[in-house]
C-alpha cells in the first residue's frame, strides 16, 4: 500500500496567514492527488484534485502543487471558514490511501 | 444536484451483520465509480471499497476482504455494502462516495453525509 505521510498534524495560525501543509508519498504517485477539506460533523469536500487543478467553486487563495512523491497545500490569506482539517488523497494505486489530517487551528 | 444519501447504520454486535445502502440522484449513476470510506471516531480517513460503474470491478482494503461486499442496482441509483463478522474496529461513520471523472482510480466528489455502525456487546 502506498502511505501518505502529512505534516504538520495541525498548524496554528491567525487570520490572514499563509498556510502551507505537505503530503509524501511513499512511492511515485505521479499527480494523482486530491486534498479535501472537513470541517466538524461535515462529509469532506474536494479543494484540489490532479494535485494543482482548483476545483470549481472553491476559492483561489487555495492552490496546490507537486508531483511524484512531495505535494503541498497553500492557503495564501486564511480566513475564518478555513479552519478545518485538510486530508490528502492518493488515486493512484489501490488501496487509494489517505494522509493523516492536518489541522488548521485558530491561534 | 448531486445527492447521495446513506441508509443502515446502527449498533451491531461483535461478529454480527450489517447492511448499508447509498441512494444516488442528480448524475447518470451507471457511468460513475463510487466507493465507501469510513472514518473511524475522532480519526482519519480510509478508503474501505469501491465498485466501477457497470460492477466489474471491485477493490477492498485488506482488514475487510472477504467480510465486506460492495454491490450496486443500477436501475435503483443504489450502491450497497454488505457487513459481516462485523468487529470493534469497524466501528466508524461511513461515507458514500462518487468518483468524480468516473474512473476507479479518482478522487471523490460528492460524499454522502454518513451512516454511523457501532460495533460493540
Known amino acids: 500500500d502506498i502511505q501518505m505521510t502529512q505534516s504538520p498534524s495541525s498548524v496554528s495560525a491567525s487570520v490572514g496567514d499563509r498556510v502551507t501543509i505537505t503530503c509524501r508519498a511513499s512511492q511515485g504517485i505521479s499527480s494523482r492527488l486530491a486534498w479535501y477539506q472537513q470541517k466538524p460533523g461535515k462529509a469532506p469536500k474536494v479543494l484540489i484534485y490532479a494535485a494543482s487543478s482548483l476545483q470549481s467553486g472553491v476559492p483561489s487563495r487555495f492552490s496546490g502543487s507537486g508531483s511524484g512523491t512531495d505535494f503541498t497545500l497553500t492557503i495564501s490569506s486564511l480566513q475564518p471558514e478555513d479552519f478545518a482539517t485538510y486530508y490528502c488523497q492518493q488515486s493512484n494505486i489501490f488501496p487509494l490511501t489517505f494522509g493523516g489530517g492536518t489541522k488548521v487551528e485558530i491561534k | 444536484e448531486v445527492q447521495l444519501l446513506e441508509s443502515g447504520g446502527g449498533l451491531v454486535q461483535p461478529g454480527g451483520s450489517l447492511r448499508l445502502s447509498c441512494a444516488a440522484s442528480?448524475?447518470?449513476?451507471?457511468?460513475?465509480?463510487m466507493s465507501w470510506v469510513r472514518q473511524a471516531p475522532g480519526r482519519g480517513l480510509e478508503g474501505v471499497s469501491i465498485?466501477?460503474?457497470?460492477?466489474?470491478?471491485?477493490y477492498y482494503v485488506d482488514s475487510v476482504k472477504g467480510r465486506f461486499t460492495i454491490s450496486r442496482d443500477n436501475s435503483k441509483n443504489t450502491l450497497y455494502l454488505q457487513m459481516t463478522n462485523l468487529r470493534a474496529e469497524d466501528t466508524a461513520l461511513y461515507y458514500c462516495a462518487k468518483a468524480a471523472t468516473g474512473n476507479v482510480f479518482d478522487w471523490f466528489d460528492p460524499w454522502g453525509q454518513g451512516t454511523l455502525v457501532t460495533v460493540s456487546s
Open positions: 442528480g448524475f447518470i449513476f451507471s457511468s460513475y465509480a
Open positions: 465498485i466501477s460503474g457497470n460492477a466489474a470491478y471491485t
